[in-house]
């Protein structure tokens, strides 16, 4: 019987250590911080909504179930749109400024291409010719 042995191949505290530094970064980042909040509050709202259908699950009376509804319903209802709507505007943001950044590469490279192209005319016209 053949018994294959892993090794690792980096130690295991390093491998902690990376992965606390990485889950530093992301709280770092503003960006990837409204990322986590706003599925936070997506993943809030569907708890919400699970939580008041088990509630209103418990009671055959509707009068006992209204209050797990409403609460359950809405607010899950409104944890899920709140999140949903700071997903969108951060991902529009996101998209915003990456289009700027782009654009203002284009216009910058554009900017040196008549400079290159002078600097080449100017050295051909004040060169002797052989």
Known sequence: M??????????????????RGEIARTLRD??????????????????????GWKGAARSILVVEQLPYLISGGAGGLALILTGAG????????YWNARERRLLDLVVARAAEV?????????????????
């Open 2 to 19: 053949v018994v294959h042995r892993h090794k690792p191949s980096e130690p295991a505290g390093s491998k902690v250590k990376r992965m």
């Open 30 to 51: 503003p960006f990837r911080r409204s990322i986590l909040f706003s599925i936070l509050l997506i993943v809030a709202g569907f708890v919400a909504i699970l939580l």
């Open 86 to 93: 700071l997903l969108s505007v951060q991902v529009t943001r």
């Open 114 to 130: 008549p400079a290159a192209y002078a600097e080449s005319l100017i050295s051909l016209v004040s060169e002797p010719p052989a």
